[in-house]
């Protein structure tokens, strides 16, 4: 008995299914069945177990590069997938490695590398004495898998981070510039001297990074844990630096934590994107004489696909602010991302604020990508209070922007009037007076009574039930006679119906999903369409028929893990099973259902599933 399927869902159904079976045989027979994800509630975690090695390459211009070995383990209750890219495959993981400083109270991404690409999987026992070992081409349970600086710095296996969904954990194959290589720095983790300079740098402490992102450790949601860090000493002098270990790897933590564990003053926090990835921001306020304050922030993105685009921190009227600043890290080697600077509002409108160029207007722009820290910092003349402190995302979504509470300035200026910024929360002094003064309403300020649970006025423009959504933009409204119409984008949908009234093509259909490749006999995997056609996130269905031929009789609707579906339903003797996937977007309408390629006749047709 075999199960059969079409893995691109275009072309001669014969060959794709024949195609298929050689995969699920050659797949089987390499790992013996040895823990594979198939029972409900098992997943894969990847983690660093120790970056183990340094090495230096070589010095051009005012950069000087690095590499560092990184052991992986997989502290997981089944497989990890470790196909090499030279199987045709891209379900293996990509690696990263960075370089951090800590100088002046100020945490600083100053390196960055390409990724290597995974291609063999080990089977010691770094992590666990319990390896349960396989034979390459998955990481096994308990096991860990070593990578040397040599291996993490191999040009020709190094590739670049734009193609990498990181909370997809997906890239495309085969990688931009596979088997190119450069001179002594390319790809490599870069770090211009002058941030390495002892002589510049007194007192700074360093750390390197060791990151790994993977497609099936995304999917099993254990992706926040795969970034590891370990102090490093730096050494030398004109244009020779050279670094050296000078403590343990500290597990399962990106290099940001080091800040909050070597200053417990700093205020460090998780702010989750929705149905995205994982920023961590790190706030600290210090005082630095004569009644000036200097605040400093600095925001990680773990691995967000939407990146941070605009960052903002409430200041009250009257504040003086001095030496706004920006600090980045460079990316390079070919890497498309633009190096600008964020630009930054001087204080105005009562809030400092930096901003990228919208994605519209550069996709590339310098926005805080997966992998990377910015620092926001400026002096200014008031104590520090907690209040909100705004995020802004860089791709288009919902929500657009991720708003936590740290060190900022006092909005509070305790004179009795309900001012610009002040509340009930932050200031208490000045609005729960039990009046409903100026800047006071029921959404921040018990003084102003208490809101409804739900949307009351839908034609109002006001948040009724400061859930953030306005008249028809709510739920609540959904069946409210006012939010039936106008079709503001004429896409022949309206009010509630309209997922996004101002862009038309956020029906568009996804096209066709890529390079489909069987896992082992119960696991099949795909990559994101060429043409996502929408700006909604994608999700799949699948459809499984005993006829190749006929998707419309006799098919079964099948749920996915994202790019992932398991089905452990068997086909009977003498039977066959073929698959077809297609995209959706989020609104699940006809209209965005994507397509399930074409065969020998044409565009193939399948049933609706419910």
Not at 163 to 189: C, D, M, W
Not at 216 to 234: L, Q
Not at 286 to 296: D, K, M, P
Not at 387 to 392: A, E, Q, S
Request: contains cysteine.
């Amino acid at each position: 008995m075999n199960r059969l399927g079409q893995p691109r869902f275009t072309g001669r159904i014969i060959s794709y299914v024949f195609l298929a079976i050689v995969l699920l045989a050659s797949f089987a027979s390499a790992d013996n069945g040895n823990n594979p994800c198939d029972v409900d509630g098992e997943f894969p975690d990847v983690i660093v177990g120790s970056l183990h090695q340094e090495q230096r390459y070589g010095h051009v211009g005012d950069l000087t590069a690095f590499s560092i070995g990184t052991n992986s383990c997989n502290v997981g209750t089944c497989w990890l997938d470790w196909f090499s890219h030279g199987m045709g495959s891209s379900l293996h993981p990509v690696i990263g490695q960075s370089m951090y400083r800590l100088k002046d109270g100020r945490f600083e991404m100053i390196g960055q590398s390409w990724l290597k690409h995974g291609f063999t999987a080990l089977s010691i026992n770094l992590c666990s004495p319990n390896c349960l070992g396989t034979s390459g081409t998955h990481l096994g349970v308990n096991c860990s898998d070593p990578y040397s600086s040599g291996l993490n710095g191999q040009q020709s296996n190094l590739g670049p981070k734009f193609e990498v969904n990181a909370p997809a954990g997906t890239h495309p194959h085969p990688f931009a510039t596979a088997g190119q290589t450069g001179n002594s720095i390319f790809k490599r983790l870069q770090v211009h001297d002058a941030d390495m300079d002892p002589a510049l740098n007194p007192g700074a402490l360093y750390f390197v990074e060791g990151q790994y992102i993977t497609k099936d450790d995304a999917e099993a949601d254990r992706n926040d844990n795969n970034a590891s860090y370990r102090p490093i000493t730096v050494s030398g002098s004109g244009t020779f630096f050279d670094i050296a270990f000078a403590g343990s790897t500290v597990r399962e933590h990106p290099a940001i934590r080091a800040w909050k564990t070597l200053d417990p003053d700093v205020d460090m926090i998780d702010i989750q994107s929705p149905n995205d990835g994982l920023f961590i921001l790190g706030a600290k306020a210090t005082e630095l004489g004569g009644g000036i304050w200097h605040y400093e922030y600095a925001v990680h993105n773990l691995n967000s696909l939407r990146s941070g685009g605009a960052f903002s921190v409430p200041i009250p009227a009257g504040a003086n602010i001095t030496n706004i600043r920006f600090h980045d890290v460079d990316y390079h080697s070919g890497e498309p991302f633009s190096g600008t600077d964020w630009s930054d509002n001087g204080g105005a409108d009562f809030k400092v604020e930096w901003v990228t160029e919208p994605p519209q207007q550069n996709p590339n722009a310098n926005a805080i990508r997966w992998g990377t820290t910015y620092n926001f910092r400026f002096d200014a003349d008031v104590a520090p209070a907690i209040n909100d402190v705004t995020l802004g995302l860089f791709r288009p979504g919902n929500p657009s922007e991720l708003v936590v509470q740290t060190w900022t300035p006092s909005l509070c200026d305790s004179d009795g009037f309900c001012g610009a910024g002040e509340t009930c929360h932050n200031c208490a002094a000045d609005c729960a007076n039990n009046s409903c003064d100026a800047g006071e309403d029921v959404c921040n300020c018990i003084d102003c009574g208490t809101h409804p649970a739900a949307e009351d006025d839908c034609t109002d423009m006001i948040d009724n039930d400061c859930d953030g959504l306005v008249d028809c933009q709510d739920t609540d409204c959904c069946g409210d006679a006012a939010c039936a119409d106008p079709d503001f984008d004429e896409d022949g949908f309206q009010g509630c119906g309209d997922c996004n009234p101002s862009n038309p093509d956020y029906w568009a259909a996804p096209g066709e999903p890529q390079n489909v490749t069987w896992i082992d006999t119960t696991r099949m995997t795909w990559e994101l369409p060429l043409d996502p056609g929408t700006t909604d996130p994608i999700t799949y269905e699948a459809l499984r028929s005993g006829n190749p031929a006929d998707f419309l009789n006799s098919t079964d609707c099948l749920n996915t893990g994202g790019t992932l579906l398991v089905d452990g339903t068997v086909p009977g003797s003498g039977e066959l099973f073929a698959y077809l996937v297609r995209g959706l977007n989020d609104c699940h309408h006809d209209t965005g259902t994507g397509t399930l390629g074409s065969g020998a006749f044409g565009e193939r047709v399948g049933r609706s599933c419910p």
